[in-house]
């Protein structure tokens, strides 16, 4: 394992953020990643996921 990573989720509304809505993701990955990397794999992970439902 090289690298672990948190990634934090919020849902934003029209009043704002919702905090009753906060997600901890924690990730690790053998690939040497910046925190933009991650964010971004992250992201399309979650969008194919998403896709599958």
Same mark, same amino acid.
């Given at each position: 394992?090289?690298?672990?990573?948190?990634?934090?989720?919020?849902?934003?509304?029209?009043?704002?953020?919702?905090?009753?809505?906060?997600?901890?993701?924690?990730? !690790?990955?053998?690939?040497?990643?910046?925190?933009? %990397? +991650?964010?971004?794999? !992250?992201?399309?992970?979650?969008?194919?996921?998403? %896709? +599958?439902?």
């Amino acid at each position: 394992m090289k690298k672990l990573g948190i990634a934090v989720s919020v849902r934003l509304e029209a009043g704002g953020i919702n905090t009753d809505d906060i997600s901890i993701r924690y990730y !690790t990955s053998p690939a040497e990643l910046t925190a933009e %990397k +991650l964010a971004k794999a !992250t992201r399309e992970h979650w969008f194919i996921e998403k %896709k +599958l439902h």
